[in-house]
């Protein structure tokens, strides 16, 4: 794929994933100027951050956005999910952030996912469990955090 062009198309696939009637609604929405939009328009160049807000906003398809392939309905069943993350630095844990992740990816016995850093590493874990099993934990033994 290459983002240094197809802006135009992309552009239009925007106008239509909000449901907009003209650009000039779409230039209201994201919050850029006329002449901003009618750069990119012109010179064709890819808005991609503009495609990332757009899908997470509408829930369109981000192959479609791009590509204009695929199916556009945003009722799909969406193959991405939001993993929340924490951070284990200096035995604390420390909320942090959170990860998109492809579901195929993940492990269908995985009900509720959690991302774990430590040391620069990144775990999966099961938030809720029903058994303890071997595998790693995170543990707090008197106040500190750790993976075992």
């Known amino acids: 794929m290459d983002f240094k062009?197809?802006?135009q198309q992309v552009i239009l696939r925007l106008v239509e994933a909000y449901g907009f009637s003209t650009r000039q609604m779409l230039c209201d929405h994201l919050g850029v100027s006329k002449s901003t939009l009618a750069t990119r328009f012109m010179r064709d160049i890819f808005p991609a951050?503009?495609?990332i807000q757009c899908a997470l906003e509408t829930n369109?398809?981000?192959?479609?956005l791009c590509t204009?392939?695929?199916n556009s309905n945003r009722n799909n069943v969406q193959d991405i999910v939001r993993i929340p993350t924490s951070k284990i630095s200096d035995g604390k844990l420390i909320d942090s952030s959170f990860f998109f992740y492809d579901k195929a990816m993940l492990s269908t016995s995985i009900r509720k996912p959690h991302i774990y850093i430590s040391d620069s590493?990144?775990?999966i874990?099961?938030?809720n469990y029903t058994e303890v099993v071997d595998g790693q934990w995170v543990i707090n033994i008197d106040g500190?955090?750790?993976l075992k």
């Open 5 to 7: 062009t197809g802006g």
């Open 49 to 51: 951050e503009w495609v």
């Open 60 to 64: 369109v398809s981000l192959e479609w």
């Open 68 to 70: 204009g392939e695929g």
């Open 121 to 123: 590493s990144y775990f």
């Open 125 to 127: 874990a099961e938030k």
């Open 144 to 146: 500190m955090v750790t």
